[in-house]
Antibody
Framework: QVHLLQSGAEVRRPGSSVKVSCKTS????????INWVRQAPGRGLEYMGG????????DYAHHFQGRLTITADTSTGTVYLELSSLRSDDTAVYYC????????????????WGTGTTVIVS | EIVLTQSPGTLSLSPGERATLSCWAS???????LAWYQQKPGQAPRLLIY???SRATGIPDRFIGSGSGTDFTLTISRLEAEDFAVYYC?????????FGGGTKVEIK
């Protein structure tokens, strides 16, 4: 059973960057795509991008291209989201979600989710 | 990108009643690649349905997904207390992945 453990809450100034981590355990980390989805206060879910560690391939939503970098550290089973040029509307809970039912694929549904990381830009 | 529109925005029902939630896509969703999630306040989303109609592991059979092309439905046959939550559809047939705006199922 895969578990996703996310890093703690962050507060950042506008124009700065933030890096959020998502550490996997209990599964074959390399084989499953991991996506990042965020949720602004009182709003719905927004896909940001994802990574397939086994191939190092990534996918980014157009809205975030140029500001978003998703990486994976295969030695620790950890995926990172780094968002730069932060604005107040980047204030949100950031979730990682794993595609453990669909090995070796990007852009699928997510069956295991982290508990979320709150990022406040103020 | 495929835009998903969910309706209604809010559904007010009593326990034991049937809930019907709709999700319309702006273009045909490839391969019925549509999922439904449940989210409760302060919690991460939980996968209910994938492939438009397949229940995820541990999901009760009162949750029924149906539809294809551009029209999809999530039916909760008899609402239980723990089902009052927000529900999102998500398509994964085309890039980028997109989510609907959500339907809140609240206690009447």
């Amino acid at each position: 059973q895969v578990h996703l453990l996310q890093s703690g809450a962050e507060v950042r100034r506008p124009g700065s960057s933030v890096k959020v981590s998502c550490k996997t355990s209990g599964g074959a980390f390399m084989n499953y795509g991991i996506n990042w989805v965020r949720q602004a206060p009182g709003r719905g879910l927004e896909y940001m991008g994802g990574i397939l560690p086994i191939f190092g391939s990534t996918d980014y939503a157009h809205h975030f291209q140029g500001r978003l970098t998703i990486t994976a550290d295969t030695s620790t089973g950890t995926v990172y989201l780094e968002l730069s040029s932060l604005r107040s509307d980047d204030t949100a809970v950031y979730y990682c979600g794993s595609q453990t039912m669909v090995p070796a694929a990007l852009r699928h549904f997510m069956d295991v989710w982290g508990t979320g990381t709150t990022v406040i830009v103020s | 990108e495929i835009v998903l529109t969910q309706s209604p925005g809010t559904l007010s029902l009593s326990p034991g009643e049937r809930a019907t939630l709709s999700c319309w896509a702006s273009q045909s969703v490839s391969g019925s690649d549509l999922a439904w999630y449940q989210q409760k306040p302060g919690q991460a989303p939980r996968l209910l349905i994938y492939g438009a109609s397949s229940r995820a592991t541990g999901i009760p059979d009162r949750f029924i997904g149906s539809g294809s092309g551009t029209d999809f439905t999530l039916t909760i046959s008899r609402l239980e207390a723990e089902d009052f939550a927000v529900y999102y559809c998500q398509q994964y047939g085309s890039s980028p992945l997109t989510f609907g705006g959500g339907t809140k199922v609240e206690i009447k």
